[in-house]
Protein backbone atom coordinates (compact mmCIF):
# COMPACT_ATOMS: atom_id res chain seq x y z
CA UNK A 1 0.00 0.00 0.00
CA UNK A 2 1.11 3.42 -0.84
CA UNK A 3 1.82 5.97 1.37
CA UNK A 4 -0.62 9.03 1.12
CA UNK A 5 0.16 12.53 2.96
CA UNK A 6 -3.06 14.89 3.50
CA UNK A 7 -2.81 18.10 4.13
CA UNK A 8 -6.17 19.83 6.13
CA UNK A 9 -6.93 22.87 8.13
CA UNK A 10 -6.59 22.61 12.39
CA UNK A 11 -10.08 23.52 13.20
CA UNK A 12 -13.26 23.14 11.98
CA UNK A 13 -12.67 20.99 8.65
CA UNK A 14 -10.51 19.03 10.46
CA UNK A 15 -13.13 17.99 13.20
CA UNK A 16 -15.59 17.15 10.55
CA UNK A 17 -13.37 15.37 7.72
CA UNK A 18 -11.47 13.15 10.41
CA UNK A 19 -15.38 11.81 11.26
CA UNK A 20 -15.69 11.18 7.64
CA UNK A 21 -13.04 9.69 7.55
CA UNK A 22 -13.41 7.11 10.75
CA UNK A 23 -17.20 6.42 8.35
CA UNK A 24 -15.54 5.79 5.18
CA UNK A 25 -13.83 2.65 7.21
CA UNK A 26 -10.42 4.25 7.78
CA UNK A 27 -8.90 2.98 11.49
CA UNK A 28 -8.17 5.82 12.89
CA UNK A 29 -8.05 6.53 16.79
CA UNK A 30 -11.84 7.22 18.15
CA UNK A 31 -10.60 10.66 18.86
CA UNK A 32 -7.50 12.69 18.22
CA UNK A 33 -5.21 13.97 21.40
CA UNK A 34 -5.49 17.68 19.97
CA UNK A 35 -1.77 18.74 20.90
CA UNK A 36 0.71 21.16 19.43
CA UNK A 37 2.07 18.75 16.99
CA UNK A 38 1.42 19.44 13.41
CA UNK A 39 2.11 16.01 11.98
CA UNK A 40 -0.06 13.17 12.92
CA UNK A 41 0.93 9.52 11.76
CA UNK A 42 -1.60 6.70 11.29
CA UNK A 43 0.79 3.72 10.67
CA UNK A 44 -1.78 0.83 10.71
CA UNK A 45 -3.45 2.82 7.51
CA UNK A 46 -0.03 4.31 5.89
CA UNK A 47 -1.63 7.95 6.58
CA UNK A 48 0.10 10.94 7.55
CA UNK A 49 -1.96 13.98 8.20
CA UNK A 50 -0.29 17.87 8.02
CA UNK A 51 -2.37 20.22 9.99
CA UNK A 52 -1.93 23.57 8.48
CA UNK A 53 -3.74 26.88 8.35
CA UNK A 54 -6.69 27.09 6.11
CA UNK A 55 -4.74 29.49 3.34
CA UNK A 56 -1.89 27.05 3.43
CA UNK A 57 -3.19 23.87 2.43
CA UNK A 58 -3.32 24.14 -1.79
CA UNK A 59 -0.12 25.47 -1.50
CA UNK A 60 1.26 22.29 0.04
CA UNK A 61 -0.60 19.96 -2.27
CA UNK A 62 0.22 22.27 -5.38
CA UNK A 63 4.02 21.53 -4.05
CA UNK A 64 3.33 17.88 -3.66
CA UNK A 65 4.29 17.58 -0.43
CA UNK A 66 0.91 16.44 0.39
CA UNK A 67 -0.92 14.03 -2.11
CA UNK A 68 -4.12 14.90 -0.88
CA UNK A 69 -5.97 17.96 1.15
CA UNK A 70 -8.97 18.95 2.15
CA UNK A 71 -9.61 22.73 1.52
CA UNK A 72 -12.96 25.62 1.91
CA UNK A 73 -14.08 26.33 -2.03
CA UNK A 74 -13.18 29.94 -0.67
CA UNK A 75 -9.79 29.16 -0.42
CA UNK A 76 -9.77 27.14 -3.65
CA UNK A 77 -11.60 30.59 -5.50
CA UNK A 78 -9.23 33.02 -3.85
CA UNK A 79 -5.87 31.22 -4.88
CA UNK A 80 -6.73 29.45 -8.14
CA UNK A 81 -4.06 26.91 -7.66
CA UNK A 82 -2.62 24.10 -10.19
CA UNK A 83 -4.32 20.94 -7.85
CA UNK A 84 -7.42 18.51 -9.13
CA UNK A 85 -10.79 19.72 -7.25
CA UNK A 86 -11.68 15.86 -7.08
CA UNK A 87 -15.03 15.58 -4.37
CA UNK A 88 -17.15 17.89 -2.83
CA UNK A 89 -17.56 16.40 0.69
CA UNK A 90 -20.30 18.67 1.79
CA UNK A 91 -18.91 19.83 5.32
CA UNK A 92 -17.89 23.46 6.72
CA UNK A 93 -20.68 24.53 4.74
CA UNK A 94 -21.06 28.24 4.17
CA UNK A 95 -21.47 31.24 1.95
CA UNK A 96 -19.43 34.25 0.94
CA UNK A 97 -21.47 37.50 1.07
CA UNK A 98 -21.09 41.12 0.75
CA UNK A 99 -22.25 42.99 3.73
CA UNK A 100 -22.48 46.47 5.66
CA UNK A 101 -24.18 49.05 7.76
CA UNK A 102 -27.99 49.04 6.86
CA UNK A 103 -29.37 51.26 4.58
CA UNK A 104 -25.84 52.74 3.57
CA UNK A 105 -24.80 53.61 0.26
CA UNK A 106 -21.18 53.35 -1.13
CA UNK A 107 -19.20 55.80 -1.69
CA UNK A 108 -19.66 56.84 -5.18
CA UNK A 109 -15.49 57.38 -5.42
CA UNK A 110 -13.67 54.03 -4.87
CA UNK A 111 -15.84 52.65 -2.16
CA UNK A 112 -13.56 50.17 0.25
CA UNK A 113 -13.89 46.68 0.94
CA UNK A 114 -12.41 44.78 3.74
CA UNK A 115 -11.72 41.18 3.10
CA UNK A 116 -9.83 38.30 3.64
CA UNK A 117 -10.83 37.58 0.32
CA UNK A 118 -9.16 40.41 -2.21
CA UNK A 119 -9.20 38.23 -5.66
CA UNK A 120 -12.60 37.06 -4.61
CA UNK A 121 -13.94 40.77 -3.90
CA UNK A 122 -12.24 42.29 -6.80
CA UNK A 123 -13.46 40.13 -9.11
CA UNK A 124 -17.20 40.15 -7.93
CA UNK A 125 -16.79 43.95 -8.22
CA UNK A 126 -15.51 44.11 -11.31
CA UNK A 127 -17.93 41.74 -12.42
CA UNK A 128 -20.96 44.46 -11.56
CA UNK A 129 -18.93 47.27 -12.83
CA UNK A 130 -17.65 48.80 -9.42
CA UNK A 131 -14.26 50.46 -9.00
CA UNK A 132 -13.52 49.44 -5.58
CA UNK A 133 -10.19 49.95 -3.24
CA UNK A 134 -9.42 46.20 -0.96
CA UNK A 135 -8.35 46.72 2.35
CA UNK A 136 -7.24 43.02 3.40
CA UNK A 137 -7.55 41.77 6.76
CA UNK A 138 -6.65 38.58 8.16
CA UNK A 139 -9.61 38.35 10.42
CA UNK A 140 -12.26 40.10 12.51
CA UNK A 141 -13.59 41.67 9.14
CA UNK A 142 -16.57 42.50 10.57
CA UNK A 143 -15.59 45.08 12.62
CA UNK A 144 -14.00 47.23 9.44
CA UNK A 145 -17.57 49.05 8.70
CA UNK A 146 -18.11 49.69 11.91
CA UNK A 147 -15.18 51.58 12.90
CA UNK A 148 -15.35 53.40 9.29
CA UNK A 149 -12.47 51.33 7.75
CA UNK A 150 -14.74 50.12 5.12
CA UNK A 151 -18.30 50.50 3.09
CA UNK A 152 -18.12 47.09 2.75
CA UNK A 153 -17.10 43.61 3.67
CA UNK A 154 -16.87 40.36 1.82
CA UNK A 155 -16.66 37.66 4.10
CA UNK A 156 -18.07 34.17 5.10
CA UNK A 157 -21.45 34.05 6.32
CA UNK A 158 -23.00 30.74 8.49
CA UNK A 159 -25.70 30.89 10.87
CA UNK A 160 -25.32 35.32 10.02
CA UNK A 161 -24.61 35.37 13.97
CA UNK A 162 -21.50 37.53 13.56
CA UNK A 163 -23.24 39.94 11.25
CA UNK A 164 -26.32 40.25 13.47
CA UNK A 165 -24.47 40.52 16.39
CA UNK A 166 -22.22 43.45 14.83
CA UNK A 167 -24.96 45.12 13.30
CA UNK A 168 -24.23 44.35 9.50
CA UNK A 169 -26.55 43.32 7.05
CA UNK A 170 -26.06 41.01 4.10
CA UNK A 171 -26.12 42.66 0.88
CA UNK A 172 -25.16 40.15 -1.69
CA UNK A 173 -24.96 36.68 -1.75
CA UNK A 174 -21.07 35.79 -3.94
CA UNK A 175 -20.73 32.15 -3.87
CA UNK A 176 -21.46 29.15 -2.15
CA UNK A 177 -18.81 27.29 -0.27
CA UNK A 178 -18.25 23.73 1.07
CA UNK A 179 -14.80 21.93 2.01
CA UNK A 180 -13.20 19.50 -1.68
CA UNK A 181 -10.74 17.04 -1.30
CA UNK A 182 -8.06 17.81 -4.06
CA UNK A 183 -5.16 16.18 -5.18
CA UNK A 184 -1.65 17.06 -6.25
CA UNK A 185 -1.56 16.13 -10.12
CA UNK A 186 1.51 13.91 -10.12
CA UNK A 187 0.38 12.29 -6.52
CA UNK A 188 -2.94 11.81 -8.76
CA UNK A 189 -1.22 9.38 -11.33
CA UNK A 190 1.69 7.51 -9.21
CA UNK A 191 -0.85 6.93 -6.87
CA UNK A 192 -4.33 6.93 -8.51
CA UNK A 193 -5.12 3.27 -6.99
CA UNK A 194 -4.84 4.89 -3.82
CA UNK A 195 -6.26 7.53 -4.29
CA UNK A 196 -9.38 6.22 -6.13
CA UNK A 197 -10.43 4.07 -3.28
CA UNK A 198 -9.96 7.36 -0.67
CA UNK A 199 -12.76 9.20 -3.03
CA UNK A 200 -15.10 6.15 -3.67
CA UNK A 201 -15.37 5.34 0.18
CA UNK A 202 -15.92 9.30 1.02
CA UNK A 203 -18.67 9.54 -1.89
CA UNK A 204 -20.94 7.13 -0.21
CA UNK A 205 -20.39 9.59 3.34
CA UNK A 206 -21.42 12.66 1.70
CA UNK A 207 -24.44 13.85 2.83
N1 LIG B 1 -18.54 30.11 10.22
C1 LIG B 1 -18.23 29.12 9.40
N2 LIG B 1 -19.04 28.07 9.27
C2 LIG B 1 -18.70 27.05 8.45
N3 LIG B 1 -17.57 27.00 7.74
C3 LIG B 1 -16.73 28.01 7.84
C4 LIG B 1 -17.02 29.12 8.68
N4 LIG B 1 -15.99 29.97 8.62
C5 LIG B 1 -15.12 29.41 7.75
N5 LIG B 1 -15.56 28.24 7.28
C6 LIG B 1 -14.89 27.32 6.33
O1 LIG B 1 -13.86 26.68 7.04
C7 LIG B 1 -12.57 27.03 6.52
C8 LIG B 1 -11.62 27.23 7.67
O2 LIG B 1 -12.10 28.26 8.48
P1 LIG B 1 -11.71 28.40 10.00
O3 LIG B 1 -12.67 29.36 10.59
O4 LIG B 1 -11.53 27.05 10.62
O5 LIG B 1 -10.31 29.02 9.90
P2 LIG B 1 -9.82 30.53 9.98
O6 LIG B 1 -10.41 31.18 11.19
O7 LIG B 1 -10.06 31.14 8.63
O8 LIG B 1 -8.32 30.18 10.11
P3 LIG B 1 -7.14 30.71 10.94
O9 LIG B 1 -7.70 31.57 12.03
O10 LIG B 1 -6.51 29.44 11.41
O11 LIG B 1 -6.33 31.44 9.91
C9 LIG B 1 -12.80 28.27 5.66
O12 LIG B 1 -11.85 28.32 4.62
C10 LIG B 1 -14.22 28.04 5.15
O13 LIG B 1 -14.21 27.18 4.02
O1 LIG C 1 -22.33 33.57 10.18
P1 LIG C 1 -21.56 33.04 11.36
O2 LIG C 1 -22.05 31.69 11.80
O3 LIG C 1 -21.52 34.00 12.49
O4 LIG C 1 -20.06 32.75 10.86
C1 LIG C 1 -19.33 33.71 10.18
C2 LIG C 1 -18.03 33.98 10.82
O5 LIG C 1 -17.22 32.80 10.82
C3 LIG C 1 -15.93 33.11 10.31
O6 LIG C 1 -15.12 33.64 11.29
P2 LIG C 1 -14.15 32.80 12.22
O7 LIG C 1 -14.90 32.25 13.37
O8 LIG C 1 -13.40 31.79 11.42
O9 LIG C 1 -13.16 33.94 12.71
P3 LIG C 1 -12.21 34.95 11.94
O10 LIG C 1 -12.79 36.31 12.21
O11 LIG C 1 -10.88 34.74 12.58
O12 LIG C 1 -12.18 34.61 10.47
C4 LIG C 1 -16.22 34.25 9.31
O13 LIG C 1 -15.06 35.00 9.04
C5 LIG C 1 -17.30 35.04 10.00
O14 LIG C 1 -16.76 36.03 10.84
Redesign the pocket.
Known amino acids: MKALTIAMPK ?2 IFEEAYVMLQEAGFNLPEEVEMTRKLMIEIPEEQISFILAKPMDVPVYVEHGVADIGIAGKDVLLEQARTVHELLDLKISE ?1 YIASAGLPNTTMNEIAPRIAT ?1 YPNIAMKYYKGIGEQVEIIEL ?5 LAPMIGLSDRIV ?11 NGLIEYERIAEVSSRLIANPVSYRMKSERIQDLVTRLKKCVK
Request: glycine fraction near 16%; charge should be positive.
Open positions: GRCKNGSIEDIVSTGRTLKE
